[in-house]
């Protein structure tokens, strides 16, 4: 008997803790980036003058957690296509997808998945995550910075990372070497987001 009704009490006392927990679930927002009104950029260096590029496909999504004393940023994740990338010079754009470099046949996404996120205050938060590019997964840092409209329907997200391309082996062959290609690669990105209503 005495057994039976430890159960007992213990299915009393988790209740309210199960409540919290769902109460909790119900009112974490998804949020997606609008695919027509957010950019991704990028600059690196080549034969010593910079150069910038873009991806014109990608998706953002983000958890967030509104509260009292401000949005509370749990998840962000985000997908690229490769092979939208644009530098606005047509044959880098052709060397860049090929196999020394991205290798879009083998991996056409790369991928950013967050660990752990930092509020430093003031919108702006450090996420920690995992970069998988060119099948090598690597932790970087991203600076972002959130601001939603009183509405509580749309807003911006903006940040920044640097990551090292030969981290990730892009660039095989000669162009291991960062004689004329720098290794640092500087991201950028200023992106529309909504509420997923689902």
């Given amino acids: 008997m005495r057994f039976f009704a430890l159960l007992l ?22 949020w997606v980036s609008h695919p027509d009104k957010s950019e991704l950029k990028f600059t690196a260096m080549q034969e010593g003058a910079q150069f ?18 401000g949005i509370g940023l749990l998840q962000i994740s985000a997908g690229i296509q490769l092979a939208s990338v644009d530098t606005q010079y047509q044959d880098r754009d ?26 430093l205050g003031d919108s702006r938060y450090i996420a920690d995550g995992t970069l998988s590019l060119r ?8 600076e972002l910075e ?3 409209e009183a509405n509580g329907e749309r807003g911006n997200l903006t940040g920044s990372a640097s990551i090292n391309r030969l981290d990730f082996g892009v660039g095989q062959g000669e162009w ?16 529309r987001i909504l509420r997923a209503f689902e």
């Fill in 176 to 191: 291991a070497s960062t004689e004329w290609v720098g290794d640092e690669v500087n991201i950028s990105f200023d992106l």
């Fill in 9 to 30: 009490v213990i299915g009393l006392l988790g209740q309210p803790f199960a409540a919290a927990a769902e109460e909790t679930a119900a009112v974490v927002q998804r």
């Fill in 146 to 148: 959130l601001m939603l």
């Fill in 94 to 119: 052709d060397y860049l997808v090929q196999q020394d470099w991205f290798y879009i046949d083998m991996w056409p996404r790369a991928v950013f998945q967050s660990s752990t996120i930092r509020q």
């Fill in 52 to 69: 910038s590029g873009q991806f014109h496909e990608f998706n953002v999504s983000l958890e967030l957690l509104p509260a009292d004393d």
């Fill in 135 to 142: 099948g090598v997964s690597q932790p970087v840092e991203v």
